[in-house]
């Protein structure tokens, strides 16, 4: 049976809808922009100062592991060694609130440089086996473990929320289409609700 | 009709219909096509691939060498398709192969003018004779006949997947070994998946009558099975093949849907998996061996153990009147339970001269005809299709006859050890099972049952539980073993026996690749004995099959004929794939547009309303020039684009250079040190052009970096070395100077950038930035960087940089706002006539203006021959530093960055032309250089072009010959500076 890739250009968001057979959906996507992000990353030996002090100015838990913590509006995603993604829940001018930590990090605005994808349903992980090489099994994965890998030879950061089946992403912007094909390409099958900031 | 009546674990309440070469027979639910054919009594399937002659089905699984099929037809098409996996489906249509014009016109032509062609004599002989027919018969019908199957000529219309899964034990193989180390394995709480390749789990449970327990064994699997399925740790995977072991994963293809018509809506028509297991067990049974005798290929010589599994699992009579032959135990199991299933078996045919009193027995109570020391020397067929009819036989010294339509034989066993050889480890041989079995196996790989020469069902079964619950303690679970019922063990006697010496007519050790015994004795006369070599000259073990039911036979033979033990002769390597595995499921849905990601510039939608043409750039799409209506080709407009930029002001997006911010105390120290030209002296709201060498010397990428604030920089790549200068720093920075304090991050998708170009840039850019923002030359000068804001609000960098020569800014707002800057640079430039254009105008200026880009960043130049000597700091080490001042790197004779302008300026230059001294002769001893980069300068009104000639610079004023064979060009071009126009820089400074 023909790809669902067919059914949209490669320059393109596919548009909001159902992709798949006639009343299934076992995944839905939710794409949104990021309302704030940055990279903060220690700088040369200040890991561990850098951890101290985003507990004690900002009261936030940088664990430097794969791992999402969230604090005081802010996600933070360890995203390599002493390198994290922090992610805040609504607008906000993240270089001001993250300046006290600038004596030990690097801090990169990236609120433009990702899109995110949000995946929900019973057949996400279905999907996301597609092209995810990581173990995805609860026991091995669970609400909070993150990877910075390779999905359809696309870098992505993604996590496990807390709940069933849901899973965050964060994808280079120039890739998003290629990204969501990815998404509808693979969903298809399960039958995938697919929606802008929904 | 030829199917039993009752029994197997076909479901005959549900009938389907299928065509085989455009006959419609019906077979049920359940049957693969060989046992629907079979029980339609279609006994002639095929053609062989070289002496094309008549083929049946030989056996009932993928080990099958004969029954090729095409399945399918137009786009869908599938060659080669094994009719012994092929599952029945209502609707199948299949085709027989290699036979022209059709399977049955082809018998009958037999009659006629090559009559010799399909009997016993030599394909090669009959064309011998007259030679008169060579061209105007032979040659054509031979190409028709040449190669096995058609491929489909469509674009293939399904897709195909690629999946990953995880487990703590991999179980290969649903039969007795598998079932019970997945249940070991699986009641313990480890994940487990269990791939089968079949469409129904069981194994030879399925294809043997044999008491489990108290119940059948195929009701012993199927209960089993279900256990195993209502396990939620438990993944059963039908018609998957595992097909490769590496490093730490298992390829695996799933058959999703190929025994559908055509796969359900949005279902993939295979998937790839690649399974990564701490535990794998190998339970994928044997493959039943041929014996080679003279006119062993006829249609109705099969094996043993598939014509009982024709009988016992598909309730299939193979054939009418049914003679066995065997060297072995199994073959007598096997005629006892096809008697008992209601199958005419006459004879037993053994060419031991003791059997085991108890199978004589039994034979004798059966009623079946033994013939013990006694060989199959010949068949007889019929004249049409060839079909088994009658055999020869010799007992002793004396001949026979006897009818028979059906062959049933039995050589032995070969475990299925092909996996266990991908990391390397070779089968080893065990005399007394005359069998190769598992020698060194892979990290976390163990073998059970018939797989590793265990042959008894009993210790089958024990042997996979006790696997199963063993790979599941190691990995930490607490495993008891499941109890094990009890079961008759059937006896499994062999004498080793390959070849029916003095038989008669070709005796065929590879079926597939019709070699013959004769073929392996003139291998062995001719040299050709280690197996490698035999294999190669021979064709022995190749193709679809490879050599599944031939390899141990041809090695064996090999082995009589040069005295050397099977051992000692050894066997080919055993490489992945195990099946065969189709290139779509390689390709998954990367395939066509979607071959790689497409990355998109910020702007792409606004270039696409504007009309551009996109271009592939890597794996961006970026415009390459945008045509208005009525320009016909794209040089017009592409000279219409660079004359408005040199004119007023033109604007592109430069997205797609690389962009990597840089944090820290040391980052002026770090980019002298891999830079060439100094960088800590620049100061802060400054810009610097930079280049990088590689460690050998040569120019790795140039660009610029700016300096915003104390320290904090961001540097520019090419578009094409992005991700290889990030990897570069990145590399220098953890190995080389982890003292430094720098840190790293790209920020190319955080920042859209658009450049302007031209006279007026200032202009449109002063309505772009907030109030206040000074962009006046006194504000903002040549190779000023400064940050503030635009469009009501917006961060934004602001670069005053030049490629194209004129004066030219840089803007770089936060990416969502790239596709707004776009349209507010047209509106701001609309009374200027502002001008969209791509990356053909942008290397036409480039060209012009003769700066170096990817052409010359050929990994081949250095500094020096791109004219960047000058440029390279002698106060401090830098990367490359050293080795660029090789002696061949500092040869004033190199290839040198120069312009060139035709002599006669109605000439077209071209990139690649060699250079040449006017009157040398043109070969490679001459070799001047060559043309790097070519442009038609509107400016000019003549093409221009940059390359790389020996002593260049020294040269200028020089001609020198432009010759190109490949596009037959050979003319005189001058040499001159690279810069046509603006050589002192005053537009961009202005």
């Given at each position: 049976?023909?790809s ?10 596919p ?7 006639a ?5 839905s ?14 700088r ?13 100015t900002?009261?936030?838990?940088l ?23 922090v992610?805040?829940?609504a ?31 019973a ?5 996301l086996?597609?092209g ?12 909070g ?5 390779n ?8 996590w ?6 849901r899973?965050?992403f ?9 990204f ?15 929606a802008?900031?929904? | ?8 674990r076909?479901?005959?309440a ?46 009932a ?5 004969n ?26 249509d ?37 030679a008169?027919f ?5 040659e ?8 096995l ?17 995880f ?6 193989g ?6 019970m180390?997945?249940l ?25 009558v ?6 059948p064994?195929?009701a012993?699997a199927?209960r ?14 039908t018609?998957t093949s ?12 799933e ?16 998937r ?9 067990i ?10 080679v ?8 010589v ?20 049914v ?5 072995n ?33 039994r034979?004798?109570?059966l009623?079946i ?11 007889t067929?019929?004249?049409i299709g060839?079909?088994?009819t ?8 004396r ?7 059906t062959?049933?034989m ?5 475990p ?6 991908h990391?390397?480890g070779?089968?080893?041989w065990?005399e007394?099972?005359a ?8 990290p976390?790989l ?8 265990t042959y008894?069902?009993g210790?089958?079964?024990a042997?996979?539980?006790?696997q ?15 109890d094990?019922?009890?079961t ?30 004769k ?6 006369k ?6 490698e070599?035999?294999?190669?000259y021979?064709t022995?073990?190749?193709a ?11 090695l ?7 005295g ?17 595995v ?44 945008f ?7 794209w ?27 840089l944090?820290g ?6 980019l ?11 100061a ?13 010397g ?11 604030g ?11 070395n ?14 080389l100077?982890?003292?430094?304090d ?8 955080q ?15 002063a ?43 840089e803007i770089a ?7 707004a800057?776009a ?7 609309e009374e200027?006539?502002i ?15 003769g700066?170096v880009s ?9 500094a ?7 440029m ?52 490679m001893?001459?070799d ?35 010759y ?7 003319f ?11 050589p ?7």
């Amino acid at each position: 049976m023909t790809s669902a890739l067919n059914t949209f250009p490669v320059t393109q968001m596919p548009a909001d809808g159902r992709y798949g057979p006639a009343g299934t959906q076992g995944v839905s996507v939710r794409v949104f922009d990021p309302p704030a992000l940055a990279l903060l990353a220690a700088r040369r030996g200040g890991a561990s100062a850098l951890t101290v002090a985003a507990h004690a100015t900002l009261g936030l838990a940088l664990a430097d592991t794969p791992r999402l913590t969230r604090a005081n509006g802010l996600a933070t995603i360890g995203a390599g060694p002493g390198r994290w993604l922090v992610l805040a829940e609504a607008p906000e001018d993240l270089a001001a609130r993250l300046a006290p930590l600038a004596a030990h990090a690097a801090i990169t605005e990236q609120t433009d440089g990702y899109v995110g994808f949000e995946l929900s349903g019973a057949r996400t992980r279905d999907l996301l086996a597609k092209g995810v090489t990581v173990d995805l099994d609860p026991a091995a994965f669970p609400p909070g473990a993150a990877a910075t890998t390779n999905v359809a030879h696309i870098n992505v950061t993604f996590w496990r929320e807390p709940g069933d089946e849901r899973f965050g992403f964060l994808v280079a912007r120039s890739y998003r289409v290629a990204f969501a094909r990815f998404l509808i390409a693979s969903g298809a099958e399960y039958g995938i609700a697919f929606a802008h900031r929904g | 009709m030829s199917r039993l009546p009752s029994g197997g674990r076909v479901d005959r309440a549900r009938s389907l219909s299928f065509r085989f070469d455009g006959k419609t027979y019906r077979g049920f639910s359940g049957d693969t096509l060989a046992s629907a054919l079979l029980a339609n009594q279609v006994r002639l399937v095929g053609r062989s691939f070289k002496y094309h002659r008549p083929r049946g089905i030989l056996s009932a699984g993928p080990e099958e060498p004969n029954a090729l099929v095409e399945l399918r037809s137009g786009a869908r098409r599938e060659p080669n398709t094994r009719a012994t996996v092929a599952e029945l489906y209502d609707g199948l249509d299949a085709a027989s192969q290699n036979r022209w014009p059709s399977l049955a016109l082809d018998a009958l032509s037999l009659n006629g003018l090559v009559a010799p062609f399909l009997g016993a004599g030599f394909y090669y002989k009959t064309f011998m004779w007259p030679a008169k027919f060579w061209e105007s018969v032979y040659e054509p019908a031979i190409r028709r006949a040449a190669g096995l199957g058609r491929a489909a000529e469509g674009v293939d219309p399904d897709h195909y997947d690629k999946a990953h899964a995880f487990c703590d034990v991999l179980v290969i193989g649903a039969g007795p070994a598998g079932l019970m180390a997945a249940l070991a394995a699986g009641r313990a709480g480890a994940r487990v998946i269990l791939a089968d390749e079949d469409f129904l789990a069981g194994g030879r449970l399925n294809s043997e009558v044999a008491r489990i327990g108290d119940e059948p064994s195929h009701a012993f699997a199927a209960r089993t099975v279900a256990e195993l399925a209502s396990l939620p740790n438990v993944r059963i995977m039908t018609r998957t093949s595992v097909f490769g072991i590496y490093d730490g994963e298992y390829g695996a293809v799933e058959r999703v849907s190929d025994h559908l018509a055509t796969p359900a809506p949005f279902q993939p028509r295979q998937r790839l998996w690649k399974i990564a297991a701490k535990r794998a067990i190998l339970c994928a049974g044997a493959t039943e061996r041929p014996i080679v005798f003279g006119g062993n290929d006829r249609p109705g010589v099969m094996l043993a153990g598939s014509a009982r599994s024709y009988a016992n699992r598909y309730g299939v009579a193979a054939g009418k009147s049914v003679a066995f032959f065997a060297n072995n135990d199994s073959a007598w199991t096997s005629a006892f339970d096809m008697k008992a299933a209601g199958v005419n078996v006459t004879t037993l045919i053994d060419i031991r001269r003791e059997v085991a009193p108890a199978l004589a027995a039994r034979a004798k109570a059966l009623g079946i005809d033994v013939r013990t020391d006694t060989q199959v020397t010949g068949t007889t067929g019929q004249p049409i299709g060839g079909a088994l009819t009658g055999l020869a036989i010799r007992t002793g010294g004396r001949g026979g006859r006897l009818a028979a339509d059906t062959l049933a034989m039995s050589g032995g066993w070969s475990p299925s050890v092909h996996l266990t050889c991908h990391h390397g480890g070779k089968p080893v041989w065990q005399e007394d099972i005359a069998a190769f079995v598992p020698g060194r196996t892979p990290p976390g790989l163990s073998v059970a049952g018939a797989a590793r020469g265990t042959y008894g069902l009993g210790d089958t079964l024990a042997e996979g539980a006790r696997q199963g619950s063993e790979a599941a303690g190691d990995l930490g679970f607490t495993a008891t073993r499941p109890d094990l019922p009890a079961t008759e063990d059937t006896p499994a006697g062999i004498t080793a026996f390959w070849h029916v010496q003095g038989s008669k007519g070709p005796a065929f050790v590879d079926q597939q690749n019709d070699v013959t015994a004769k073929d392996l004795g003139i291998a062995y006369k001719e040299g050709f004995r280690a197996v490698e070599l035999m294999k190669r000259y021979t064709t022995l073990g190749m193709a679809t099959d490879q050599g599944r039911t031939s390899n141990v036979n041809g090695l064996a033979i090999m082995a009589e004929l040069t005295g050397a033990s099977i051992m000692e002769t050894g066997t080919t390597i055993f490489r992945p794939p195990y099946t065969p595995v189709s290139l779509g499921v390689l390709g998954g849905h990367h395939r066509g547009k979607d071959f790689r990601p497409t990355r998109l510039t910020p702007t792409h939608a606004w270039a696409a309303e504007q009309g551009a043409v996109f271009i592939e750039t890597g794996p961006w799409l970026r415009a390459q020039y945008f045509p208005k209506a009525g320009e016909t080709d794209w040089l017009t407009t592409v000279n219409r684009e660079v004359k408005a930029v040199r004119a007023s002001v033109g604007m592109i997006d430069v997205s797609t250079f690389g962009k990597i911010d840089l944090q820290g105390r040391d980052v002026g120290a770090f980019l002298d040190k891999v830079y060439i030209n100094t960088f800590s002296t620049l100061a802060v709201g400054k810009a610097r052009y930079g280049v990088m060498l590689r460690e050998d010397g040569i120019v790795m990428d140039d660009g610029t970096t700016a300096r915003l604030g104390p320290e904090h920089y961001v540097m520019t790549t090419t578009t094409a070395n992005a991700v290889k200068v990030f990897q570069h720093l990145e590399f220098c920075l953890q190995v080389l100077w982890p003292e430094l304090d720098v840190t790293l991050a790209s920020v190319s998708e955080q920042w859209a950038q658009i450049a302007i170009a031209g006279p007026r840039a200032r202009d449109v850019l002063a309505r772009v930035v907030d109030t206040g923002v000074d962009v006046s030359n006194e504000g903002l000068p040549f190779m000023g960087a400064i940050e503030r804001t635009v469009m009501g609000g917006v961060k934004a960098r602001l670069f005053r940089l030049s490629f194209s020569g004129e004066l030219g800014y840089e803007i770089a707002v936060p990416a969502r706002h790239g596709e707004a800057l776009a349209r507010a640079l047209m509106t701001a430039g609309e009374e200027f006539g502002i001008t969209p254009y791509g990356i053909e105008a942008l290397g036409v200026m480039r060209i012009e203006k003769g700066h170096v880009s990817g052409n010359e960043l050929s990994g081949q130049t250095s500094a020096g021959d791109l004219g960047f000597g000058k440029m390279a700091s002698t106060k401090k080490d830098y990367i490359g530093r050293v080795m660029a001042a090789r002696p061949g790197l500092k040869d004033p004779d190199r290839p040198a960055f120069v312009g060139f302008k035709p002599v006669d300026p109605s000439q077209r230059l071209r990139a690649g032309a060699h250079f040449l001294t006017i009157g040398a002769p043109a070969d490679m001893a001459h070799d001047q250089g060559y043309m790097t980069s070519v442009a038609h300068s509107p400016h000019l009104g003549h093409w221009i072009g940059l390359g790389l000639l020996k002593n260049g610079p020294a040269r200028i004023g020089e001609r020198v010959r432009a010759y190109d064979p490949v596009r037959g060009n050979d003319f005189e071009v001058e040499v001159c500076s690279p810069a046509f126009i603006d050589p002192n820089g005053e537009r961009l400074r202005g």
